[in-house]
């Protein structure tokens, strides 16, 4: 009966996840659009849009969903398949956290199955697609490494030689993840060894090769690929930074600092909450097992340390903290919990699952009308179009609507300056390369039209240069927001359709 309870809790946890990402055409996921315009170019060699890029699929350590999009074939829709490789995620994520607790507590427990209340985190929102995509699978090899540990040392060398390798070449950060959690909890049987601890060391330290075969993987690929376009000095990030670490298991994407919508500050609450049973003695309480506090305090300790952002890669530190929070849920057990109390706890996670899954459902609702008005306002756009997207005044860090515009390469087979470049081998054709910026986002109306329809400072506000000479590079220009009181009427822009929220201008020739 409890194995069909766990089961129960799981069928019941994920639906309420999942139906809200299914239910609607599109996903309201920043970065999303830029990875649904890549696999249409890979699966599109002969559309207009492949005239501007080039794409040869390549192993690099961010290619999880993009290799299982040319492995597959191609099989649906490029908006569709990155429904399912979500769909994958959210039931993937909560499996994970169970099947870790069964090889913590060595039983099937309901418990873990709240791990859905972290399903939309901060990376989740990013559309960090590969990432989120990986995690599960990172959390899988924990399990596995905790439940061999009672295998000759050299089987789990075999066992966890492939599953480095794929998880390195799915994302790098989720390899390292399972890295860190792994040295986390050997340094902890190095400690329990007590006097013994250098005969345990040395006995131990050949479980490093399965981890040292993708480093020096990662060594090789940052000695031999092409320069990455979008490559920076790696940054500690600011107090506002951290601020945003710390909600992110449950915050939003976030363009200009931390956000909190009420409803997830609910179910951050409650979590804390619950979390705060571990500390107590009395019944009922929760009972964290041993053998999880090496993977759990090295994994804090990446939480802390990491920098906001590395060679170029952003928001790294808001992508370990929601996963430090399901170890926690895995690693923990409730004791002395009576009937009446467990009831109460039920009914708190599912009234703030069912929470959390209404406010997305609604979110993705008004997002899904937004992309089917622009796919009406792309109607009218000759295939192999060249568009500047922009944003009215004020709004250039609203990332609501940051990358929308790439919706235009699979809707109208046009090309759009800002689709990721780099670590995706997605790159410019030659002749292009000063027509685009490899992680840009939309840009303020301001930025190359003045009040009264001319030019202003184009470098104002940043130092892209992608828009310079923007009425030779590009032949229209897309306004993602309705035009301000102020709108300039530029003599070379010709409105040809305007549809919501969404303008389109045609650029005339000087």
């Known amino acids: 009966m409890t194995q069909y309870r766990v089961l129960l809790a799981y069928v019941l946890v994920v639906s309420a996840v999942a139906l809200p990402i299914l239910a609607n055409p599109y996903l ?8 649904i315009a890549r696999h249409f170019i890979v699966a599109n060699p002969q559309s207009a849009a492949s005239r501007y890029f080039d794409y040869q699929l390549d192993l690099t350590p961010n290619s999880a969903v993009d290799l299982l999009w040319s492995l597959t074939r191609h099989p649906l829709d490029p908006v569709r398949f990155s429904h399912f490789a979500f769909l994958v995620y959210a039931a993937n994520l909560v499996a994970a956290s169970m099947v870790l607790a069964r090889a913590v507590h060595g039983r099937w427990l309901a418990w873990p199955a709240a791990s859905g209340l972290l399903v939309y985190n901060a990376p989740f929102f990013w559309g960090f697609q590969n990432f989120v995509f990986m995690v599960p699978f990172a959390i899988y090899g924990l399990a596995l490494w905790l439940q061999t540990e009672r295998y000759p040392n050299w089987l789990r060398v075999a066992v966890f030689v492939p599953i480095c390798v794929i998880l390195f070449w799915g994302h790098l950060f989720a390899f390292g993840l399972l890295a860190v959690a ?6 902890q049987r190095v400690f329990e060894a007590g006097k013994a601890w250098p005969k345990t060391f040395l006995a131990n330290i050949s479980l490093a090769i399965p981890f040292l075969i993708p480093t020096a993987l990662l060594t090789y690929v940052l000695a031999t690929a092409p320069a990455n376009p979008a490559a920076a000095p790696s940054v500690f990030g600011t107090f506002t930074d951290r601020l945003y670490m710390l909600i992110s298991p449950l915050g939003e994407a976030a363009g200009a600092g931390a956000t909190l919508k009420p409803v997830g500050a609910i179910v951050l609450g409650l979590l804390l909450l619950l979390f705060y049973f571990g500390k107590r003695s009395a019944a009922p309480h929760l009972h964290v097992a041993l053998r999880m506090k090496g993977p759990l305090i090295a994994v804090l300790l990446l939480c802390l340390l990491i920098p906001a ?18 170890l926690f849920i895995a690693a923990s057990r409730w004791q002395n919990l009576h009937q009446s109390t467990a009831r109460v706890i039920s009914v708190a996670i599912a009234a703030a699952l069912i929470l959390r899954g209404g406010e997305f459902y609604v979110n993705a609702a008004d997002y899904s009308r937004d992309v089917n008005t622009l796919k009406q306002v792309l109607k009218v756009v000759p295939e192999g179009s060249r568009i500047l997207p922009i944003r009215s005044q004020g709004n250039e860090r609203d990332t609501r609507f940051w990358h929308i515009q790439a919706y235009a390469v699979p809707m109208a087979e046009s090309f759009v300056p800002t689709l990721f470049q780099g670590v995706h081998f997605l790159r410019l054709k030659p002749e292009w390369t000063d027509s685009a910026h490899p992680a840009a986002m939309s840009i303020d109306q301001r930025r190359i039209l003045d009040a009264n329809g001319g030019l202003i400072d184009q470098n104002a506000g940043g130092d892209e240069d992608f828009w310079f000479d923007w009425q030779e590079k590009f032949t229209h220009l897309l306004l993602i927001d309705p035009p301000s009181e102020d709108w300039p009427a ?14 389109l201008f045609e650029i005339l020739p000087e």
Do not use: C, W, Y
């Not at 309201?28 to 990875?35: A, Q, T």
């Not at 530029?490 to 303008?503: E, M, P, V």
């Open 28 to 35: 309201p996921l920043v970065d999303l659009p830029n990875h």
């Open 490 to 503: 530029a003599k070379n822009l010709q409105r040809i359709d305007q549809h919501g929220r969404f303008t």
């Open 182 to 187: 792994v040295v986390g909890r050997e340094l």
């Open 309 to 326: 952002s590395i060679n170029g890669v952003t928001l790294v530190h808001i992508r370990f903290p929601f996963v430090l929070m399901i």
